[in-house]
């Protein structure tokens, strides 16, 4: 919790106040048993009336004062407990946003999540907590013994020994019992990951009549965090009794001695004991509430170290220095001409030893309206050669210029905002299909959101729909099939009308016709930009201005569809791969048998 | 979280009753994440559960088979119940027929007998927290057990309506909060009922005007208590909307990170973000403010009845209608019954949302299953199936007024591989969800070897079939773990053999651990590409007398493609494949290519037959290099 630190800064007053009205609040809950042995004493014992009644008058003052403390302090650890919740998920969102995709491979998105979800209501949960609670059982506890002290001594060290000795009970428990419960939560991820997959892959696990086996395995994560939770819960019921009856010892041992020994020597009243009974049991009700107290410290601590870890990480991937690009407006785009890569070598750990190297030597160059077509073995390393492009990666050696500047001196919006990707899968957010398209451009008029669906073969679907572009989409899109979201992912690329272009296999859903159609309402559009596409079928790539062929990560050919059909042998293997030795030959011997313009 | 807010009051300040002890479920519970899907669950508190009573006889129906623990922890909450109002008494007495009178005679014995009671309470609190956890543990690990049971036996449609996160949640925060509630509420109603009758009884016996003096709080506290709860229910539910919101905002927006850094979007979304994190700010202070006051609150209604049993005892003892041992028992008593009333106030919130969460869970198990036919002699009939499949004029529509197949007949014989080819949408895929039984056929018929496929059962059925899909779903676990998924028994040679053939094996040796390496959930470690041979790799393992590759190689290169065609040539004699695909080098070898279009197979034949038939599919091939012409 302590690492939090700077976000509970801004809110110290209310920090500081929150305790001590809390402080008030215990001094005068602590008078009222003083007061009620008062009565008894000198009301009851002496027969003084007018002291019931006096005293009666100053019980209630006392106990309003203390509601008003009370409420108070719920007031301030309220506000401080909140904002300080609130500031930190700001953070936490803000800081992810930074984050490269390394950052985000790395933690994991669904831990992501959670951290800045359920473990941020925990640390939130627990200021809240530490305000009111830790504050008030503590000085109860001391309170009540100082009261105790002050009394009588002898009943007062009879208190203070057993609240020593209960601690350490108290230590050894919580001790073994955090033990446990991290076992616990081990076991429940096992839990929840056996839920998760058997709903995620139910398709696959029907396919393969794998239910039975499924059941099994379920039923064996289910015992074994069943087992471990009884165990734990069972050493946590160990607390009670064990406090309870220790406290209630005391009690015993305080009526005993302090009602004979005492009373007979003279140096106790009846109404003092009275109120030292009130104090064991004040002492006992704060002590249970302290060791509940502490299990929900043990645990925040834990998301406040896994908020701490998210907030600390460096983004991989940094904004070009401020120096650079001062007189340069992040919101418009890049007047590309030309991407160059040159000698770039990349690997996703970071490391330039071979073995981890992706990409190697890589040196191309594309002009304004060319387009590059990439080809190549699955993991030859295609895609991490276009995350390269907009930084979603950096290289690293070597180095890739726009118009000759180094895509690292550019301010990063700016060049992310004029490169239109389309993923490879196909992400798409909850709203309608119309806000989808236009997420890179949220001004877009209609006209233009419907010009790029029209380009990216979705209008018809989309017009077919009942609600047409207004139609919600669910999470994760579900409602429609896997080629209409790539056609949307495609149309959103195509909305923001970049000078740089990439797919990255964007059509591998789409059925040959509407590929076709895809690729001749694209032609226009390409005219004017950089155009770098992924795929897999010839006929995709055939077109393309230069067509690269990647092997294990190295170019192995570069140039038209003809000269590599002659003279690379890896793009002869792709070719016969998807036409046929037959067509190679029919092909060289027809010569040219399709006409390239 | 309401109940966590203040629980600086939460302990109950009786000494005998230990019912207070921190209830260890409370810490399993993911309240993040049961929050994070307020808006569509419902958040605690807020639901209603619509038919109570016959839910609860569900839940009832369990905890019988829970029946010793059940009984233990009736008796011994009882028990315990009953010791704690006696320590009070005996207190009270001792002061009044020992101390008072300063005769002490049998005093310690008193005292010991004090100890005994206070010993006996605690060890019936310890019985009790013991068998509670028993039984709320074994109960809702039987709970779940048949939630995940009866999810292996729904059907495919089932999968396909709901998302994944509502499931996940009937199985994972739905049965949290039935545990919770199993291991407090219950104990706290029946003992919180206990203690308020027994002090209110126990009272009574001491002094019946002190009493009833006493007990005159007892409605104010009910109405501060109703008052403050209805506030705070409507800023909680409020507050819950709003985390809500937050929470899925984030849940997607981290999703589709990479979406919002390609397009640049960061500022605006965190622009979002703080927008509905403001809102939530607000409406938490609010909320919280006004719940964390009731902690105050009650605690003053407890000091105000202190303060009256104070007064008017002294002034019933300074009249002697009572004495100074009443004053001192009242005293403790008041502490014992004004507790109960806030608790149970508070409990009641967590019982009803625990009630409709187990609403939620029995919904799922009442729906229909798949029918399995687990007959014995079907399991074990080895079924040497040859391979012939025959659709018979087959009639099929995932909603019954939109058909999507229409009259389709097909055939293939043995060993034969049928390509499946045709638009987006024209009903490929839904032809293998009716082969594979996912989905049942509307009229006409599916035969295997002549066989009506409903003769079969599932089980029985999809055995013999091996099904690839384009989502190549991979489970957490070692790449050997996933391929072995095929077949279980299946030694460390078979699997490498069936890597083989799926052309794997080279990228899965060049891995640092090769065939242990530990795939995460999602396997992000792996490429789409080779997810994909993986699940060919455990399809071919499992060697099945039927082969289907629905898209199963769309993301791998051709290259490869073709190694693993090569392969499988050999290992498909004498069986049936059936192949979709987009790409013509996947379905150009095909023995037989279907042309499917508006739910009916409009071409048929060989690659070479149907380019001369110079139709649709024809029109396909030219297509591809007509787009080339073009752009080239």
Known sequence: MWELRAYIKPYWKFVLLGPLFMLGEVFFDLLQPRLAAHIVNFGVVERDFSVIEKTGILMAVVALLSLITGVGCNLFASRASQNFGADIREALFKKVQTFSFDNVDQLKSGSLITRMTSDVVQVQNLLQIALQGLVRAPSLLIGSVVMALLMNMRLGLILLGTLVALSLVLVVLIRFSSKLFAAVQTRLDAVNTRIQENVAGIRVIKAFVRSGYETKRFEAVNRDYTDISIQAARFIALNAPIVTFIMNGCLVAILLYGGQDLVTQGSVQVGELVAFINYVIQVLSSLLMVSGLLMNVSQANVSAKRIHEVLETKSKIEDAPSSKVEHEKATAMLPVQQVKLSGVAFSYNGSAAAGDLVLQDINLEARRGETIAIIGATGSGKSSLVQLIPRLYDVTSGSIQIDGRDIRDLPLTKLRRSIGMMLQESFLFTGTIGDNIAFGKPDASQADIEAAARIAQAHDFIEKLPDGYETQLGQKGVNISGGQKQRLSIARALLIKPPILIMDDSASALDLGTERKLREALTAIMKDTVTFIIAQRITSVAGAHRIVVLDAGRIAGSGTHEELLAACEVYQDIYRSQFGKEEVMAHAQKQQPISFS | ?632
Not at chain 2, 24 to 46: E, S, V
Request: aromatic share 8%; charged share 20%; with cysteine.
């Open chain 2, 1 to 632: 979280m309401p109940r966590n807010s203040n629980p600086s009051r939460s302990a109950n300040g009786s000494p005998a009753s230990g019912n207070q002890a921190p209830a260890p479920a409370a810490n399993f519970d993911q309240m993040g994440f049961r929050q994070g899907h307020g808006p569509l669950l419902g958040g605690p508190g807020k639901v209603r559960s619509k038919n109570t009573a016959g839910t609860l006889r569900r839940i009832g129906s369990y905890l019988a088979l829970q029946r010793q623990s059940l009984i233990t922890v009736v008796l011994s909450t009882v028990i315990t119940s009953g010791l704690a109002l006696l320590g009070p008494y005996m207190i009270g007495k001792m002061v009044d027929n020992y101390v008072v009178p300063r005769h002490y005679d049998g005093f310690m014995r008193m005292g010991m007998l004090l100890l005994g009671v206070y010993l006996l309470g605690a060890i019936f609190t310890w019985i009790q927290q013991y068998s509670a956890s028993s039984l709320s543990q074994n109960t809702v690990r039987d709970m779940r057990r048949d939630i995940m049971k009866h999810y292996q036996r729904l059907p495919v449609p089932f999968f396909d309506q709901k998302t994944h996160g509502e499931l996940m949640s009937r199985a994972t925060n739905d049965i949290a909060n039935v545990s919770n509630t199993l291991n407090q509420t219950v104990v706290q109603l029946i003992s919180g009922v206990l203690m308020l009758v027994g002090s209110i009884v126990m009272m009574f016996v001491l002094s019946g005007w002190m009493t009833l003096i006493t007990i005159l709080t007892v409605p104010l506290i009910a109405f501060i208590t109703k008052r403050i709860t209805k506030y705070t229910r409507h800023y909680f539910s409020q507050q819950q909307r709003h985390l809500g919101e937050v929470n899925s905002f984030v849940q997607e927006m981290i999703s589709g990170l990479k979406v919002v850094k390609v397009f640049g979007r960061e500022a605006t979304s965190t622009e979002q973000f703080r927008d509905i994190n403001e809102k939530l700010r607000a409406v938490s202070i609010k909320a919280q403010s006004l719940s964390g006051s009731m902690g105050p609150m009650m605690n003053t209604m407890r000091n105000i009845t202190f303060v009256i049993i104070a007064v008017c005892g002294g002034l019933f003892a300074y009249h002697d209608l009572i004495t100074i041992g009443v004053i001192v028992s009242f005293l403790n008593y008041s502490t014992q019954f004004s507790q109960p009333i806030n608790q149970l106030a508070n409990q009641y919130n967590l019982f009803q949302s625990a009630v409709a969460g187990a609403e939620r869970v029995f919904e799922v198990l009442e729906l229909e299953p798949e029918m399995y036919d687990d007959r014995e002699e079907w399991l074990n009939r080895s079924l040497p199936i040859r391979g012939e499949v025959v659709f018979d004029r087959v009639t099929f529509g995932y909603k019954p007024d939109v058909p999507v197949l229409k009259q389709l007949s097909l055939e293939a014989s043995p060993g034969q591989m049928i390509a499946l080819v045709g638009p987006t949408g024209a009903g490929k895929t839904t032809v293998i969800n009716l082969l594979t039984r996912f989905y049942e056929i509307g009229s006409g018929q599916i035969r295997i070897d002549g066989r009506d496929i409903q003769q079969f059962s599932k089980q029985e059925l999809r055995q013999q079939i091996g099904l690839v899909l384009q989502d190549a779903y991979v489970f957490s676990g070692t790449i050997r773990e996933n391929i072995r998924y095929g077949r279980l028994d299946a030694t460390d040679q078979e699997v490498e053999a069936a890597a083989r053939h799926a052309n794997a094996d080279t990228f899965i040796r060049r891995l640092p651990k090769g065939y242990d390496t530990d795939l995460s959930a999602d396997g992000s470690n792996l490429s789409q590409g080779q997810k994909q041979l993986l699940t060919i790799a455990r399809a071919v393992l499992a060697n099945p007398a039927i082969l289907i590759l629905d898209e199963a190689t769309s993301s791998v290169d051709t290259r490869t493609e073709l190694h693993i065609q090569e392969a499988m040539k050999s290992l498909m004699k004498g069986r049936t494949s059936f192949v979709i695909a987009h790409r013509l080098s996947t379905i150009r070898e095909a023995d037989s290519i279907l042309v499917v279009n508006g739910g009916e197979i409009i071409e048929q034949g060989s690659h070479e037959e149907l380019l001369q038939l110079n139709g649709f599919y024809a029109g396909l091939v030219h297509n591809q290099w007509a787009a080339q012409e073009q752009t080239g």
